[in-house]
Every structure is written in C-alpha cells, then in structure tokens.
C-alpha cells in the first residue's frame, strides 16, 4: 500500500506539472469536442494530432492523447442526448433514453447524471489501474518470446468475436492487417517485401498514413454520403445538477455500470465498446417496470454513460502493463510510444515510472477537468452541433493532409493516405470493419518479432508455444473463444447482440 502511495505521489508530481496540465486541459476540450461533433470520432482525432505530439516530451504526449480518447466518451453522450445521434460508438445506448428525457424538458438532469456518472467511473476506473498495475506487470515480466505471441493471438481471437458483423470478415481484416505490416524491409535479412519494386514502400507503411486514411479519410466520405438530420432538442435544457430522487434512481445503475464497464474494459478486442451495451440490457432486466425504458428513464442513462467511461479508462491496463493494445485508440497510443522510442510492455512501469504513473494521475485530473468543462460549456455545444458538416469536413481534410506532411515531409505521404482514404471507405461499404486491421497492422511487426525469437530459443520447435504452461493455456483460450463463437446457437445469439 505505501509502495502504492509512493508511486502516486511521484505520479501527480508529474502530472500537476503546468505544462502536463495544459496538455490534459487541451486532450479533455478536443476530446470533448470530438464527441461532440458526430462523424470524426477519437480514432480519426488522434491520428490526424499524432504528428503534433512529435515536438513534445513523451508523458505529455500520451496525457494528451488520452484526454482525447476519455474526452470523446463524455463529449459522444452530449451529443446522444441533445441530438439523438450518438457521436461516438459507445454513445449508442444514451440515445434510447436520454433523448427521451431531453424531449420532456430534462435534457438538463440527463446530462448532469451522464457527467457524474462518468466522473464516478473514471475515477474508480483509475484506481483500479494503479491497484493493478504493479502486479500485472510483475506477472508479464515471466513472459517470454513464446508467451506474448500466443497473448497476441489471444488478443486479436477476441477482436475477431467482438468486432460488430461477421466473424470471417472481422478474421479477414486482421489478416490484412498482419500482411500489411511485413511490407517493408525484413530486419533480419535485409530482403525487401512486398515493395513491388516501389522506394517510398522500403520502409513499410507508416502507421499514421494507415490510421489517418482508413478513418480519417474514409470517415469524412462515408459522413458526406448520408443527408444531415439532425433532431436538436428546442426544449430548455433546464436545471443541469439531478434532484435527490433521480440521485436515488442512479446510485445502484452508475456503480453497477462502473463494475461491468470496467471489466470488459480489461479485455482484449475492443470490450470496452460493450459495456454500454450490456449495462443496459442489466438495467431493463433488473428493473420492476421494464416498459419506462425507451421513454426517459434516468437508469438507461446513468448505467450505460458509467459503464461508457469505466470501460474507456480501463482499456488502458492491457497497453500499459502486457503492451497489448486492446482497440484501435490503444494501438495509435502504441504507435504514438514507439514514436517516441518508448517500447510498450512491462518495462515502461521499471524504465519509465515517470510515464506510467503521470498517465494515470493525469487522469483523475482529465476526469475532473472533463466535469468543469462539460456542464457549464453545454450552451456551446448545442451551438456548436448547429454547425453544417459541409463547413466543417474541408477543414478537417487540410487539416490531415497538412499534419501526414509534416511527418516525414513527403508528398507520396499525402498520396497513400488518400488512397487509404478510399479503400477504407469501400471496406465500410462492403460491412467490413477497419478497426481490426489496424489492430492487427500495430501487433503484426510484433508478433512476428516474437515468433522469431521463440522459435530461435526453441531451435525450430513449433511445440514450444504448447509446452510452455503460460503459453499453451492462452492459445487453449483462443481457441475456445472462437470454437464457442462459431456455434451455430452463440453465433446467432451474436448477430442479434449487434442488430440490437
């Protein structure tokens, strides 16, 4: 405990530095912003800032581009009330039952809930972090080449069940993601592959040309294709701070939220995105009227908006303790510390205490900065949502081109990223998902790192993956999730979870 304490002082000593400060300020306002304005979202955001972060030191980079991602999950359910459009995935639920209140006058109270409920959870979330955090990496310190390979497989086996549609295309994307990142040069032997005899490809592909034009890009075409309806809310917003009796109704739901949140948060694939989701469905199922859900009831927001924040914090422990991104915002963070020649795993808590323990005291302070300028600035975003996407996109693609220039000044950059741009756009079209592929672009270099090296201690034996305990019951796990997934009776219970 008091080394626990120890680690916490050092970290908010970190964190409560100014610049530190003004960097979660800026993280938590884009952040917010981003949810707020539907048709962007945090994957695109920090893709298009990652070549800002290049001029700042590490921690404050990081601070930064984790304010934005929890940033967006607070910003997603302004939106998802005041508009009925969520402006982030998770955002989703917050639509049934806080666009509802906001029609009856409450658009006030449900907003009030959603912030506290979110602050709640944030905070629980963080503490959970820090309470982790030392033994987790303890234990992957045990790990060797063999272990975090099959941890990796685990990891994009639970991307292949959790990504939304079906588990062939979600297994073809990763696949195309694994392919994508052997283009390049092989360190080893020098050879290249996969170049086409092509100079700017020598390198591989760059992650952020990737990042920035299968969801920046692509996002900007897929929002210009659909007609702009947007059913802002023309009644008062009304009192922002939740009565005693609507406090009563939300305890039980923001804690249950937060523990349900915060566990799928943990796993690997994209969990956290569920957690809504699945506060929900336990709201309406525990409720004595089930019927008030759809029409205004205060525990189909506080719930799923707790579950939201929990769920978005705790993403952060499988990056920072195994180095294993668990969705596609952690694998930009990935790429954002490799920029930065920092190696995300274990080793970052031992070699970098500095950066470890300033992110997580930096959020507490984001979450406290996200309910200051959440509830007084609901004014601005209702004006800011009166703003027509065909001013805002040409703005945010010279805004990417610009920033994917400055990266290595290249003009076949800008390029590339274009053509990313469409070919993430036909993914969308053709019910592809682009998340996976990202995720398995970020973990393949890894991957095939270790997979080397593995079979180098081992002299070529495949069989060390099984022998070795650790290794042979994570790839047990792997299989069992998919064979499970693929059930006839699972697969339809799936498909109908998402059409849900």
Same mark, same amino acid.
């Not at 994508?180 to 086409?196: A, C, H, K, P, Y």
């Not at 929900?280 to 008030?292: F, G, I, M, Q």
């Not at 069989?463 to 047990?476: D, K, N, V, W, Y």
């Given at each position: 405990m008091s080394e626990m304490i120890a680690h916490l002082q050092l970290g908010f000593g970190v964190a409560l530095s100014l610049q530190n400060i003004a960097l979660a300020f800026a993280g938590c306002l884009v952040g917010t912003l981003i949810g707020v304005l539907p048709g962007v979202g945090p994957i695109a955001t920090i893709a298009m800032l990652l070549p800002i972060t290049f001029g700042l030191d590490p921690v404050g980079a990081l601070i930064m581009l984790a304010g934005i991602y929890y940033g967006a999950q607070y910003g997603g359910s302004t939106t998802a009330i005041l508009v009925n459009i969520p402006g982030e995935a998770t955002a989703v639920v917050t639509t049934l039952d806080g666009h509802q209140m906001a029609k009856q006058g409450r658009a006030g109270v449900a907003l009030g809930t959603a912030a506290l409920g979110s602050f709640f959870a944030g905070c629980v979330a963080t503490l959970v972090i820090a309470a982790l955090g030392a033994p987790l990496t303890k234990l992957a310190l045990l790990f060797g080449p063999a272990e975090y390979f099959s941890l990796m497989v685990m990891g994009l086996c639970f991307a292949v069940v959790l990504a939304r549609g079906s588990i062939l295309k979600a297994f073809c994307m990763i696949m195309l993601g694994l392919l994508?990142?052997?283009? &390049?040069?092989?360190?080893?032997?020098?050879?290249?592959?996969?170049?086409?005899g092509f100079p700017p490809l020598s390198d591989g592909i760059d992650f952020a040309v990737l990042a920035m034009g299968v969801f920046g890009f692509a996002e900007v075409l897929r929002n210009l294709e659909n007609p702009e309806t947007r059913d802002v809310v023309r009644a008062k917003i009304g009192r922002l701070l939740p009565d005693w009796n609507d406090i009563k109704q939300s305890i039980a739901p923001v804690l249950r939220g937060t523990a349900i949140g &915060?566990?799928?948060?943990? =796993?690997?694939?994209?969990?956290?995105? =569920? &957690?809504?989701?699945? !506060?929900?469905?336990?709201?309406?199922?525990?409720?004595? %009227?089930?019927?008030?859900f759809g029409r205004g009831a205060i525990e189909g927001v506080a719930g799923p908006e707790s579950a939201n924040n929990a769920g978005a914090q705790t993403a952060f422990i499988p990056l920072l303790t195994l180095g294993i991104p668990p969705n596609a915002v952690m694998a930009l963070m990935v790429g954002a510390m490799t920029i930065h020649g920092i190696i995300p795993g274990p080793q970052v808590m031992t070699k970098n205490p500095e950066l470890f323990w300033g992110m997580i005291a930096s959020m507490w302070i984001g979450n406290l900065m996200l309910l200051i300028i959440n509830l007084p600035l609901v004014g601005l975003w209702v004006k800011l949502l009166q703003v027509p996407y065909r001013l805002m996109f040409p703005a945010i693609l010279i805004f990417c081109c610009i920033g994917i220039y400055s990266v290595n000044n290249q003009p076949v950059d800008v390029a590339f990223t274009a053509l990313f741009g469409l070919f993430g756009y036909i993914l969308i079209k053709l019910g592809f998902e682009p998340a996976p592929m990202l995720l398995g672009?970020?973990?393949?270099?890894?991957?095939?790192?270790?997979?080397?090296?593995? +079979?180098?201690? !081992?002299?070529?034996?495949?069989?060390?993956?099984?022998?070795?305990?650790? !290794?042979?019951?994570? +790839?047990?796990?792997?299989?069992?999730?998919?064979?499970?997934?693929? +059930?006839?009776?699972? !697969?339809?219970?799936? %498909?109908?979870?998402?059409?849900?």
């Open positions: 994508l990142s052997t283009v &390049g040069t092989d360190l080893e032997t020098g050879q290249e592959r996969m170049t086409f &915060g566990t799928l948060g943990i =796993l690997p694939g994209n969990g956290a995105v =569920l &957690g809504p989701f699945a !506060s929900y469905t336990v709201e309406k199922k525990l409720a004595k %009227d089930p019927s008030r672009f970020v973990l393949g270099k890894l991957m095939e790192e270790k997979l080397r090296q593995a +079979l180098i201690i !081992s002299r070529g034996s495949f069989m060390t993956f099984i022998e070795r305990p650790i !290794s042979g019951g994570l +790839l047990a796990v792997a299989v069992i999730i998919l064979v499970i997934a693929l +059930l006839p009776s699972i !697969s339809k219970k799936r %498909d109908e979870v998402f059409t849900e």
